[in-house]
């Protein structure tokens, strides 16, 4: 009951948040394709979730209460504001160097730039932030912390390709059971012997 209802205030309060955090997006007739914003939409819903999930799961780590848990998330909106901009920002360029790769223009060379720019700032915010966290903890606390923070990173990643495996699964689904190598093919790639006459 307790982690239900922080989660709804979490969300709540993420709202605003990520209203305030989504950059002007790309100038006209840049990356304007309506699956292009469809994708930059799902990977704003996606950092609001991973904010959700990480405030729920450092409440947990540090037994704090659900007035607590909700501080600490209030505390930890100004980075996710700004990693959330920075985020959205490298998307952007990354669709950008897609494009150019398949020869449709662009500044490759800006744009490359411009990702690696921002990956330099993300690695600097999230020092600030474990900064932040860290503060006011036990020493054990802060080893608590700090592993999670360490692996965090690399279980959102498995978590989003654990849900790009099941849209590809409910795709294959849709299409009858056959996956793109066609009816001979299971679901990841593997043959499957056909039913006999």
């Given at each position: 009951?307790?982690?239900?209802?922080?989660?709804?205030?979490?969300?709540?309060?993420?709202?605003?948040?990520?209203?305030?955090?989504?950059?002007?997006?790309?100038?006209?007739?840049?990356?304007?394709?309506?699956?292009?914003?469809?994708?930059?939409?799902?990977?704003?819903?996606?950092?609001?979730?991973?904010?959700?999930?990480?405030?729920?799961?450092?409440?947990?780590?540090?037994?704090?209460?659900?007035?607590?848990?909700?501080?600490?998330?209030?505390?930890?909106?100004?980075?996710?504001?700004?990693?959330?901009?920075?985020?959205?920002?490298?998307?952007?360029?990354?669709?950008?160097?897609?494009?150019?790769?398949?020869?449709?223009?662009?500044?490759?060379?800006?744009?490359?730039r411009?990702?690696?720019?921002?990956?330099?700032?993300?690695?600097?915010?999230?020092?600030?932030?474990?900064?932040?966290?860290?503060?006011?903890?036990?020493?054990?606390?802060?080893?608590?912390?700090?592993l999670?923070?360490?692996?965090?990173?690399?279980?959102?990643?498995?978590?989003a390709?654990?849900?790009?495996?099941?849209?590809?699964?409910?795709?294959?689904?849709?299409?009858?059971?056959?996956?793109?190598?066609?009816?001979?093919?299971?679901?990841?790639?593997?043959?499957?012997?056909?039913?006999?006459?």
């Amino acid at each position: 009951m307790r982690r239900m209802l922080v989660t709804l205030v979490l969300c709540l309060s993420v709202a605003p948040l990520a209203a305030r955090a989504q950059p002007p997006g790309p100038p006209p007739g840049r990356f304007q394709a309506p699956n292009r914003q469809r994708a930059r939409q799902m990977r704003m819903r996606m950092l609001r979730r991973v904010h959700t999930m990480a405030v729920l799961e450092l409440g947990d780590l540090l037994d704090l209460s659900t007035d607590d848990t909700i501080r600490l998330s209030h505390k930890l909106q100004p980075f996710d504001q700004k990693r959330m901009k920075l985020q959205l920002a490298t998307f952007d360029a990354m669709q950008g160097l897609r494009r150019a790769a398949a020869g449709r223009g662009g500044d490759a060379a800006a744009l490359a730039r411009e990702i690696a720019d921002n990956r330099v700032k993300l690695a600097q915010l999230n020092r600030q932030e474990l900064d932040t966290l860290l503060q006011g903890l036990s020493a054990q606390q802060q080893a608590k912390v700090a592993l999670f923070v360490a692996r965090f990173p690399e279980r959102v990643a498995f978590i989003a390709r654990e849900a790009q495996m099941h849209r590809m699964m409910e795709r294959w689904g849709r299409m009858g059971g056959h996956g793109p190598g066609g009816p001979g093919m299971m679901r990841g790639g593997m043959m499957r012997p056909e039913p006999e006459p």
